[in-house]
Protein backbone atom coordinates (compact mmCIF):
# COMPACT_ATOMS: atom_id res chain seq x y z
CA UNK A 1 0.00 0.00 0.00
CA UNK A 2 2.73 2.31 0.73
CA UNK A 3 4.07 1.96 -3.10
CA UNK A 4 0.74 2.86 -4.01
CA UNK A 5 -0.22 6.10 -2.22
CA UNK A 6 3.73 7.13 -2.82
CA UNK A 7 3.51 6.42 -6.54
CA UNK A 8 0.15 8.48 -6.78
CA UNK A 9 1.78 11.15 -5.19
CA UNK A 10 4.58 11.11 -7.46
CA UNK A 11 1.94 11.02 -10.45
CA UNK A 12 0.24 13.75 -9.04
CA UNK A 13 2.77 15.94 -8.49
CA UNK A 14 4.21 15.25 -12.30
CA UNK A 15 0.46 15.90 -13.29
CA UNK A 16 0.33 19.44 -11.78
CA UNK A 17 3.81 20.12 -13.45
CA UNK A 18 2.67 19.23 -16.92
CA UNK A 19 -0.94 21.00 -16.32
CA UNK A 20 1.07 24.18 -16.34
CA UNK A 21 3.21 23.02 -19.64
CA UNK A 22 0.28 21.57 -21.52
CA UNK A 23 -2.48 23.17 -23.66
CA UNK A 24 -5.66 23.70 -22.07
CA UNK A 25 -7.52 21.10 -24.33
CA UNK A 26 -5.66 18.51 -23.15
CA UNK A 27 -6.09 18.77 -19.77
CA UNK A 28 -9.84 18.73 -20.16
CA UNK A 29 -10.15 14.98 -20.61
CA UNK A 30 -12.42 13.43 -17.98
CA UNK A 31 -10.88 12.11 -15.01
CA UNK A 32 -11.63 8.16 -14.48
CA UNK A 33 -14.90 8.00 -13.14
CA UNK A 34 -15.34 4.38 -13.03
CA UNK A 35 -14.68 1.83 -10.35
CA UNK A 36 -11.61 1.02 -8.92
CA UNK A 37 -9.44 -1.87 -9.64
CA UNK A 38 -7.78 -3.40 -7.39
CA UNK A 39 -7.55 -7.14 -8.03
CA UNK A 40 -7.86 -9.45 -10.97
CA UNK A 41 -10.53 -11.82 -11.35
CA UNK A 42 -8.89 -15.39 -11.04
CA UNK A 43 -8.26 -17.01 -14.36
CA UNK A 44 -10.10 -20.41 -14.58
CA UNK A 45 -9.31 -23.16 -16.91
CA UNK A 46 -12.41 -22.26 -19.46
CA UNK A 47 -10.83 -19.14 -19.62
CA UNK A 48 -7.26 -20.00 -20.78
CA UNK A 49 -9.15 -22.86 -23.05
CA UNK A 50 -11.12 -20.02 -24.85
CA UNK A 51 -8.00 -17.90 -25.37
CA UNK A 52 -6.17 -20.83 -26.54
CA UNK A 53 -8.59 -22.08 -29.36
CA UNK A 54 -8.26 -18.40 -30.90
CA UNK A 55 -3.88 -18.73 -30.69
CA UNK A 56 -1.87 -18.71 -33.57
CA UNK A 57 0.76 -21.17 -33.96
CA UNK A 58 4.08 -19.24 -33.27
CA UNK A 59 7.07 -20.54 -31.20
CA UNK A 60 10.05 -18.50 -30.91
CA UNK A 61 13.61 -19.93 -29.46
CA UNK A 62 12.39 -19.02 -26.00
CA UNK A 63 9.80 -21.55 -25.91
CA UNK A 64 10.50 -24.39 -23.42
CA UNK A 65 7.28 -25.84 -24.70
CA UNK A 66 6.60 -25.65 -27.97
CA UNK A 67 2.97 -23.72 -29.03
CA UNK A 68 1.93 -26.74 -30.90
CA UNK A 69 1.84 -29.06 -28.14
CA UNK A 70 0.25 -26.53 -25.96
CA UNK A 71 -2.61 -25.99 -28.32
CA UNK A 72 -2.70 -30.01 -29.45
CA UNK A 73 -3.05 -30.62 -25.07
CA UNK A 74 -4.76 -27.26 -24.32
CA UNK A 75 -7.43 -29.86 -21.88
CA UNK A 76 -4.15 -30.40 -19.96
CA UNK A 77 -2.31 -27.17 -19.86
CA UNK A 78 -5.11 -25.01 -19.61
CA UNK A 79 -5.41 -25.84 -15.35
CA UNK A 80 -1.76 -25.31 -15.48
CA UNK A 81 -1.42 -22.09 -17.66
CA UNK A 82 -4.59 -20.94 -15.39
CA UNK A 83 -2.30 -21.17 -11.86
CA UNK A 84 0.57 -20.17 -13.43
CA UNK A 85 -1.43 -16.60 -14.25
CA UNK A 86 -3.56 -16.05 -11.01
CA UNK A 87 -0.26 -16.27 -9.10
CA UNK A 88 1.48 -12.87 -11.07
CA UNK A 89 -2.46 -11.65 -10.90
CA UNK A 90 -2.90 -11.90 -7.32
CA UNK A 91 0.63 -10.70 -6.01
CA UNK A 92 1.51 -8.15 -8.67
CA UNK A 93 4.42 -8.54 -10.11
CA UNK A 94 5.48 -10.67 -12.95
CA UNK A 95 8.00 -13.35 -12.62
CA UNK A 96 11.57 -12.39 -13.91
CA UNK A 97 11.82 -15.31 -15.80
CA UNK A 98 8.62 -14.03 -18.06
CA UNK A 99 10.35 -11.02 -18.85
CA UNK A 100 13.16 -12.16 -21.14
CA UNK A 101 13.04 -12.23 -24.74
CA UNK A 102 15.25 -13.01 -27.77
CA UNK A 103 16.30 -9.57 -29.28
CA UNK A 104 17.12 -9.80 -33.14
CA UNK A 105 18.26 -6.82 -35.38
CA UNK A 106 15.81 -5.88 -38.08
CA UNK A 107 16.97 -3.89 -40.96
CA UNK A 108 14.43 -0.74 -41.45
CA UNK A 109 14.45 -0.85 -45.22
CA UNK A 110 16.16 -3.22 -47.44
CA UNK A 111 17.92 -0.15 -49.09
CA UNK A 112 20.01 0.86 -46.13
CA UNK A 113 23.33 -0.10 -45.32
CA UNK A 114 24.06 -3.01 -43.51
CA UNK A 115 26.93 -1.65 -41.39
CA UNK A 116 24.79 1.10 -40.23
CA UNK A 117 23.90 0.07 -36.43
CA UNK A 118 21.16 2.70 -36.45
CA UNK A 119 19.55 1.03 -39.74
CA UNK A 120 18.10 -1.57 -37.56
CA UNK A 121 15.38 -2.10 -35.41
CA UNK A 122 15.12 -4.59 -32.43
CA UNK A 123 12.37 -6.81 -32.46
CA UNK A 124 11.49 -8.70 -29.51
CA UNK A 125 10.08 -12.12 -28.95
CA UNK A 126 9.04 -13.64 -25.43
CA UNK A 127 7.86 -17.44 -25.18
CA UNK A 128 4.14 -18.26 -25.64
CA UNK A 129 3.49 -18.84 -22.22
CA UNK A 130 4.69 -14.97 -21.63
CA UNK A 131 2.31 -13.50 -24.13
CA UNK A 132 -0.19 -15.59 -23.88
CA UNK A 133 -0.15 -13.76 -19.80
CA UNK A 134 -0.25 -10.86 -21.46
CA UNK A 135 -3.16 -11.53 -23.22
CA UNK A 136 -5.24 -13.01 -20.24
CA UNK A 137 -4.42 -9.98 -18.68
CA UNK A 138 -5.62 -7.59 -21.40
CA UNK A 139 -8.61 -9.76 -21.30
CA UNK A 140 -9.24 -8.68 -17.53
CA UNK A 141 -7.73 -5.48 -17.89
CA UNK A 142 -9.25 -3.94 -20.84
CA UNK A 143 -12.94 -3.90 -20.43
CA UNK A 144 -12.23 -1.97 -17.30
CA UNK A 145 -10.52 0.49 -19.05
CA UNK A 146 -13.28 1.21 -21.45
CA UNK A 147 -16.02 0.99 -19.07
CA UNK A 148 -14.55 4.37 -17.44
CA UNK A 149 -14.22 5.78 -20.49
CA UNK A 150 -17.61 5.75 -21.03
CA UNK A 151 -18.59 6.79 -17.83
CA UNK A 152 -20.61 3.60 -16.91
Same mark, same amino acid.
Given at each position: ??? @?????? @?? =?????????????? /???????? +???????????????? &??? =???????? =??????????????????? /? @???????????????????????????? +????? &????????????????????????? =?????? @????????
Amino acid at each position: MDK @IVKLRT @IV =SDRLCTLSALLPSY /IMSFPAHN +GSVLNKLDPVTADDVQ &KLL =SSSLLKSF =SMDIIPTSLVLRCQSVFSE /I @IARLANLPFSEGRFPRKFKQASVTPLLK +GRSLD &KSVLSNYRPISNLNFICKFLERLFL =SRFQPH @ILSSTRGT
